[in-house]
Structure formats: C-alpha cells, structure tokens
C-alpha cells in the first residue's frame, strides 16, 4: 500500500510539474532537493540578510557599491581572504540595513572599494562614527581599482581578466575567483594598461579570459600568460561555460541562484557561495536551454537551491521549476537555516523539523524519509558503523608563533582517513570549514594581527564524520615591522604646483597609499599608491595648504597612518 502511494505522489508531482512549469523549462528529476531565499526589500536589505546567512561574527566586513557596479566587481576574492561578508551601499550616506549588520557583526574594520564618487566621504564618516576603523581602496578609475585590490591580495599565479564594462561574466567567476584567492583584473577591451601588465608578468602564469573579443581583444589575450577564453553565445551561456571549467572546484551540494538582469543579489551571494565552494548560477524567466540542461546534468548532485534576492529577480515560479517535484523535503521559505540530510540506516523515520527563518516567521515541515539521519549544521554526525567508528580529535594544541601564522596538532584517530578544520572568529560563532587534511595537523596561514581565532577538528572516513573536538583558540601575531606606518613623513615644497613627500620605508611593505586634505582634520582622498619612500605631489594649486598622511601595505593588510605634516605651495 505505501509503495502504490508513494508510486502516485510521484506521478502526481510530474504532472503538477507540467502543468506550472514555462514553456521552455523542465523540472529536476531529483525528489530530494530543498530550495531557499535570501532577500530583503532592496538590495542591501538582500545583501544584510545574505550576510546573516554565513556571519555570525566578523572582524572584517567589505562596503561596495549597490548602485554602481565597476568597482564592486573585484571585491570577492578580497572578502575570502579576510572572512568578511560583502555588505552594499548607496553613494551618499549609510543605509541602515548597512548600519546594523556592521553592529550585529561586531565588525571592527571595514575595507570600501571604490573613489568618494561611488561611496562618498559622508559614507566613510558614518561608518566611524560607529567606532569602526575605515580602509579604502579606490584608483583613479575602475582598472587601477581592480589592481589596487589584486595587490591587497597579494601575488597569485592566477587571475581572472574581464571588460570593465559589463558585470554578469565577472559574477560568474566571482565565487571560484573567491575561493582560489585569484585576482579579478578590468581591463579595457582593446588595450592592456602598463600598470596591469606589469602585475601580471611578476607571478600570474595562468590567466582566465571572460567573454569573446568584443569585450577582450585578442590582442590583449595574446599578450596574457597561458590565457584560456571563458565565453559563449550570451551571458548566461558564459555562465555555465565558467562553470564547466571549473567543474573539479565546484561542490554542487549547495547551488545559488540570482538573476543576470543586475548585479547587486549575485555580488553579495558570491562570497557566500565561495565558503562551500559553491557555483552562482545566473537565470532568467524562462530558464535558457544550457541553464537547464546543467541542472538536469548535474540533479543527482545537487541538494539544495538558493535564490538570491526577491520574487521580483528569482520568482517562486522559476524557483519551483529548478526543484520541482522536490517533495515534502522542499523547504520554499526565506531563511538561513540549512538542514542536512545523511542516510546511514534502513528504518523509516519520520522528522518534524522547526525553521525560523530571517524575518521571524516560523516554517514547520515534515518530512518522511527512508532511513533519513538529520543533523542541523554546526552538529556532529558520527556516520560510521560499527567496524569504522570515528572518535573525537583529542590534544588539539595550537602553537602561535611571532609570525602571521597559527599552528595546530591533534592526537591521531583510528580509521581516519581525512580530518576536517573549522575555524570562527567569536566562541559562539558559526564553524566554517577551512580545511581538510590527510594528516594531525594544520598551518592556519591565513590569520590576522589581533584577531583571535576558534578551531575545531573532525576525524572523517569513506563511512562519514566523527563527533567535534572540543575548542581551541589563539591570537596571531605579527612581526611588529609588518604592520608599522611609514614613519618620519616630511613635505616640502617644490614649486607654485609641487609638493615633495618623502619618508622611511616599513620593511616588508609592498607599496604605500598616499592621502591628501585641504585641512588638518578634513577628509583625506587618495592621491596614488607608489612602491618607493618618496613621491612629489604635483597637482597642487598654487597658494594652498595641503596635509598628508601615508600607509603602507602588506600581503596581509594596511598599516596605520603615518604622522601628518603639511606644505604650503609657493
């Protein structure tokens, strides 16, 4: 009796599945898929709610644009590298969705890309007025932007190069560029800038090109290193073609989904996506063809389909289509709970979970599975038999040397194969996987000066996952020259037009921002970045007052500011 109603639940979900499906579109065979929705009421509501979804905590945060796309383009892989969110923005002040992720995050430092004709000076200064130190990355456009990032991240020997001048290839990229630490560099279509080939000849060995010759020529991709041409006949099919090439990078447990009409939704998402090594997929309403044919390829994969942004971008429609006939498992409501589902038995449960979603509204779904073990994220799941039973990692002692550096050890396990590394930045943070190894031990070489961090360990086999280790934590340290500000700045004039700045160097620096105000306690806009101790102002106006302050930058951030001093022009 249950197989025959199992048999028409079936044959009863194909048949809705054709009736409300668009022409042009075709459901996923898999009953197993869940689906969700970031959103809120504008783009940087989505872009807070988005945030939620990943950080509970964040020393860091990125502030973009969410009304102009250049400059926001290359923020991703800047967001991976310091485990910060990617919070938008309007041009003149800050918007209170903005504001109060910043305070629910505790944030302490934020980096804004981008000039003060993308986000102004008034936008710097309600953001300190909240006690949170403020780095800004900007260039004299959109290329020099995207290499004033690409050396924050300090040398790759892979980089993304994409037009300036469009942003759904870029998006498509964002969340891999994200993970492998890869720059993602504008260029204009028809020439490479000195500066940027520069870049590229001092590390870069591999180089992805997004989009055909209209958006880079072919003379800019004959001078790359080792380029491969990522592109297609539109944007969307651009997407999927990203991803194909990509495809051993990619865990398509977890798929996002944002339209391809704006940026602003898949922006925000793909730092988020990046953490799970998870693909944006950009749509349409109706789904192009080689958009359905990767969901239909690649069904048995994938458990989970999140939308990014309202119904307005991704309509329930369209999200229903990609998880049709996704059962009782199917979980259509906005939220940042994730459920996981692992079987390890044959007996029939049946589960009742609870979800609260982001905008306090309570989901209850029962789901009835066969042989169906559940575990929220963030619980352990032993997930071996009785031959391969996994323990808990015991002894987990971390040693932090004076370096940028946090080492971890921990006692063997029987019958692991692999261990699994969590790391969060508050004790009651949420644990994001940042490893796994085949080895009792880790070098956590991504970590930041005076900033503590939380570990966990987990044994893994071919069975499943052993219990948590209990938490171990530590503070890294830097060498005190790596961060130090360039110090005994002087100015002196030069002419009616020059001002002359010189200082010592910091050790370890790789180039120095410099900053310049029309008084001692205005605001201060970036002149340029140089990689010498010394520059010469010459765009000042004859009879005027100039301060100045300088920073220098390491692989790992900047430092503070140095002294301000002041010149007077002839």
């Known amino acids: 009796m249950k197989m025959k109603l199992k048999f028409l639940a079936i044959l009863l979900c194909l048949f809705v599945s054709m009736i409300i499906a668009p022409k042009g579109t075709y459901a996923l065979s898999s009953s197993n898929i869940q689906s969700a929705r970031f959103a809120g009421e504008d783009q940087y509501q989505t872009s807070s709610a988005i945030a939620k979804a990943g950080w509970t905590s964040s020393y860091y945060a990125i502030v973009a644009s969410g009304v102009n796309f250049p400059d926001a383009l290359c923020a991703a892989p800047l967001a991976a590298k310091y485990d910060a969110p990617i919070l938008l923005n309007s041009t003149n002040h800050l918007e209170d969705a903005t504001k109060e992720e910043l305070l629910n995050l505790n944030v302490k430092s934020v980096i804004m890309i981008g000039g003060t004709g993308i986000l102004s000076a008034g936008v710097e200064q309600d953001i300190e007025a909240l006690g949170i130190n403020v780095w800004r990355i900007a260039g004299q456009d959109r290329y020099e932007t995207s290499l004033d990032v690409a050396q924050v991240l300090g040398e790759s020997t892979e980089a993304v190069i994409a037009s300036g001048d469009d942003f759904q290839d870029v998006l498509s990229a964002a969340p891999i560029a994200a993970q492998k630490r890869m720059p993602i560099i504008l260029t204009p279509s028809t020439e490479l800038e000195t500066n940027i080939k520069d870049y590229i000849e001092k590390s870069v060995t591999k180089t992805y090109v997004l989009g055909d010759e209209t958006y880079v020529s072919d003379s800019i991709f004959n001078q790359l290193p080792a380029p491969q041409r990522l592109s297609s006949s539109d944007h969307y099919n651009t997407n999927i073609e990203i991803l194909k090439a990509f495809a051993n990078d990619l865990n398509l447990n977890t798929c996002y989904v944002a339209t391809g009409e704006s940026y602003p939704d898949a922006l925000s998402g793909s730092v988020l996506a990046s953490l799970t090594k998870s693909p944006v997929i950009l749509v349409k309403e ?76 309570t989901n209850t779904n029962t789901n009835t599975n066969t042989g169906n073990a559940n575990s929220n994220s963030g619980s352990a799941n032993t997930g071996a038999d009785n031959n391969g039973v996994l323990g808990s990692p015991t002894h987990v002692l971390i040693n932090s040397p004076d370096t940028n550096e946090i080492d971890l050890s921990w006692d063997s396990i029987n019958n692991a194969v692999s261990y699994n590394v969590y790391r969060t930045t508050a004790d009651s943070g949420v644990y994001k996987l940042i490893a796994s190894v085949n080895y009792p031990y880790y070098i956590d070489d991504n970590a930041f000066s005076g ?16 219990p948590y280790s209990s938490v171990a934590y530590a503070t890294a340290l830097l060498d005190k020259n790596v961060f130090s500000p360039p110090t005994n700045l002087v100015a002196i004039t030069q002419s009616n037009s020059q001002i002359l700045l010189s200082w010592i160097g910091v050790p370890n620096a790789m180039y120095y921002n410099i900053y310049r105000a029309t008084s001692y306690g205005g605001t201060y806009n970036k002149l340029t970045s140089v990689t010498v101790s010394n520059y010469t102002d010459s765009s000042a106006t004859a009879g005027t007052m100039y301060y100045y302050k300088v920073q220098a930058v390491c692989d790992k951030g900047p430092s503070t500011f140095s002294n301000i001093v002041y010149g007077v022009t002839k």
């Open 451 to 466: 900033v503590t961090y939380y570990y966990k360990v987990q044994a893994a086999n071919t069975t499943g996952t052993g």
């Open 286 to 361: 109706p789904l192009n063809e080689e958009t359905n044919s990767y969901f239909t390829e690649n069904a048995n994969n994938i458990k989970k389909v999140i939308a990014l942004g309202g119904t307005a971008v991704v309509s329930d429609n369209l999200l229903s289509t990609i998880t049709a006939c996704s059962g009782s498992n199917t979980d259509n409501n906005t939220n940042t709970n994730t459920n996981t589902n692992t079987n390890t038995n044959t007996n029939t449960n049946t589960n009742t979970n609870t979800n609260t979603n982001t905008n306090t509204n």
